[in-house]
């Protein structure tokens, strides 16, 4: 699946480049070149989109595990004695 994101491309002060992705908060990542800075930033998408499903997954399973209803019931406590030595 093609996804076309919006990246704004910066020149560093120090040299190269740096690049954001606006529609995914914290995806940035640099390169001395344009052509490292398109590589490098398709890495960073791809990551930042893997680890959000990989989190989605985790939540739905956390959702699925926590309604599921106990299967044992703990052993019944024995009353106390009332008989006298």
């Known amino acids: 699946m093609d996804v076309k994101l919006k990246v704004i491309v910066h020149e560093a002060e120090e040299g190269g480049?740096?690049?954001?992705?606006p529609a995914l908060p914290g995806c940035f990542t640099q390169g001395e070149t344009k052509a490292e800075l398109r590589r490098n930033i398709q890495e960073a998408v791809d990551?930042?989109?893997?680890?959000?499903?990989?989190?989605?997954?985790?939540?739905?399973?956390?959702?699925?595990?926590?309604?599921?209803?106990a299967t044992?019931?703990?052993?019944?406590?024995?009353?106390?004695?009332?008989?006298?030595?």
């Open 17 to 21: 480049y740096w690049a954001e992705v």
């Open 47 to 69: 990551l930042y989109l893997e680890t959000r499903a990989s989190q989605h997954r985790t939540r739905n399973n956390a959702k699925a595990t926590s309604k599921t209803p």
């Open 72 to 85: 044992s019931k703990p052993a019944p406590r024995k009353a106390a004695s009332t008989r006298k030595p």
